[in-house]
């Protein structure tokens, strides 16, 4: 049962459009699953979108290179290779034949087919052997580490070799669930005390100050704590950029770009619930999501407005004192919770995003006071949508300067500032999603 909705899960997920985690939730609403199954199944999919290039490597060595195989032919090897290489806790004669179970509905012939190779992949994995570091780094990567070759060659040219290796190590991790206290509710060492009183294993986080990292936890929607709005979820990083903006009780906040609502409603925390803050996104359906946010965690002071930041004058920015930008973005910091992005970005999506995000900060510059700041932020580890977009900005508007990142976050460690004054941290670096955020200030 747990591998058929696996499988389902995963046809599903070559649609460009579909997210893992709305797929495998949807899949778990509409089955009756134990726990045990529902952790099955996410680590079955999880694992083997991330590991798909690895996994496929494996099985062309195993078969002709004629061989064409249907989505769900390949989705049924990849399963069983995942199983057989990466969950322990299956034991191999029990992981094939789960496996070729799921080939039934394709035949005899189908079934004998998957039984052989996954069998001779058991027999003989370790003695494959791939290029080697020293000889063909690009390859060695993205086999090993199942990334895309275009991407590996990329980080390897805009950072090096050492940061590419140790940043595709990191992001193939399962991070830690992340929350940020409601402290509008309870801080955050109560809410660890209440949390771990329920069995969950809880750290309290070094990088936001008030972040929690959820190392064992029930179903998250099942924990009290979450039904009562005392934590939003939300990844450490990510936590840091409100702090980035330091609200002020009487400032006049609008946060572009805003659903699901992660920033916006830890603005409303760090000013008390009071300052009203016009929350903006492109859809009716984005901004209920705000709203939603909003009510389970009993803030008041937000007013949702759906509008296109790249095309609409917002009338709220004439007046706005902080305005935030978290710009729609590739996503490549977030590899360890979306392991399908690799998968799914093209060079050219990056490119366009670049000349998205640069184009809404041209758009709100000009209808913004002088005085007023901007924080940009991306969770995109890609230069082109980070550095290049704001070197390309304050070319174009001289009259926004950069306002180093140190001044409004002085307990973060210092490689988390880069010398341009952007925070800038990675998986492999902080332990955190890969998060860009610089603050701008418009003079006169
Ligand atoms: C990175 S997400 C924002 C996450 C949010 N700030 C949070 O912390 O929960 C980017 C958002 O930008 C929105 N977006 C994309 N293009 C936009 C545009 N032209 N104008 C306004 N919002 C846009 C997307 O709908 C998406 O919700």
Same mark, same amino acid.
């Given at each position: ?28 609403r509409n089955n009756r699953l134990s726990e045990v199954d529902q952790r099955l199944l996410t680590e079955i999919v999880y694992g083997t979108i991330r590991w798909r290039g690895h996994l496929d490597w494996i099985i062309q060595q195993f078969t002709k290179p004629s061989f064409q195989f249907d989505l769900q032919m390949s989705s049924i090897l990849r399963i069983g290779v995942y199983q057989l290489l990466y969950l322990d806790r299956v034991p191999n004669h029990a992981a094939i034949n789960e496996t070729v179970k799921l080939a039934n509905q394709k035949g005899q012939k189908s079934k004998n087919f998957v039984n052989a ?20 780094? %690009? #390859?060695?990567?993205? *086999?090993? =580490?199942?990334?895309? $070759? ?7 040219? @805009?950072?090096? +070799? ?44 070094? %990088? #936001?100050?008030?972040? *929690?990292? =959820?190392?064992?936890? $029930? ?7 979450? @039904?009562?709005? +005392? ?214």
């Amino acid at each position: 049962m747990v591998r058929k909705l696996a499988l389902k899960c995963l046809v599903q997920l070559e649609n460009r459009n579909s997210q893992i985690s709305p797929v495998i939730d949807d899949v778990i609403r509409n089955n009756r699953l134990s726990e045990v199954d529902q952790r099955l199944l996410t680590e079955i999919v999880y694992g083997t979108i991330r590991w798909r290039g690895h996994l496929d490597w494996i099985i062309q060595q195993f078969t002709k290179p004629s061989f064409q195989f249907d989505l769900q032919m390949s989705s049924i090897l990849r399963i069983g290779v995942y199983q057989l290489l990466y969950l322990d806790r299956v034991p191999n004669h029990a992981a094939i034949n789960e496996t070729v179970k799921l080939a039934n509905q394709k035949g005899q012939k189908s079934k004998n087919f998957v039984n052989a190779i996954l069998r001779a992949i058991q027999r003989s994995t370790d003695s494959l052997i791939t290029p080697t570091l020293e000889v063909d780094p %690009i #390859s060695h990567i993205s *086999l090993k =580490l199942s990334y895309p $070759k275009w991407l590996v060659k990329k980080w390897i040219g @805009q950072f090096s +070799l050492k940061w590419a290796l140790e940043f595709c190590h990191a992001s193939n991790q399962t991070a830690p669930l992340s929350v940020r206290a409601n402290t509008l509710r309870i801080d955050r060492h109560e809410l660890a005390m209440s949390l771990r009183k329920d069995g969950n294993e809880v750290v309290e986080s070094h %990088i #936001s100050p008030e972040g *929690l990292l =959820l190392t064992k936890t $029930k179903p998250i929607r099942s924990l009290k704590e979450f @039904q009562a709005g +005392l934590f939003q979820v939300q990844d450490e990083a990510a936590q840091l950029v409100a702090h980035l903006l330091a609200p002020q009780e009487k400032s006049k906040i609008v946060d572009l770009c805003a659903s699901p609502g992660g920033k916006t409603t830890h603005l409303a925390q760090l000013v008390g619930n009071v300052t009203n803050i016009v929350a903006v996104d492109l859809s009716k359906n984005k901004t209920e999501r705000i709203q939603e946010n909003c009510q389970r965690l009993g803030i008041t002071n937000i007013d949702t407005q759906v509008a296109n930041a790249k095309t609409d004058q917002i009338e709220a920015l004439a007046a706005a004192d902080l305005i935030l930008i978290d710009a729609p973005c590739s996503g490549t910091g977030t590899l360890r919770r979306h392991p399908d992005i690799r998968w799914k970005r093209t060079a050219k999506q990056i490119l366009n995003l670049a000349n998205l995000q640069f184009e809404i900060l041209l758009k709100v510059a000009i209808q913004i006071k002088s005085g007023a700041v901007i924080v940009y932020s991306t969770c995109s580890t890609e230069v082109e949508e980070n550095q290049e977009v704001i070197t390309r900005f304050l070319e174009a508007c001289p009259r926004f300067s950069i306002e180093p990142a140190r001044d409004y976050l002085p307990f973060l460690p210092t490689n988390a500032i880069t010398s341009d004054g952007y925070l800038q941290v990675f998986p492999h670096t902080h332990g955190v999603d890969g998060t860009f955020a610089v603050r701008l200030r418009k003079i006169d």
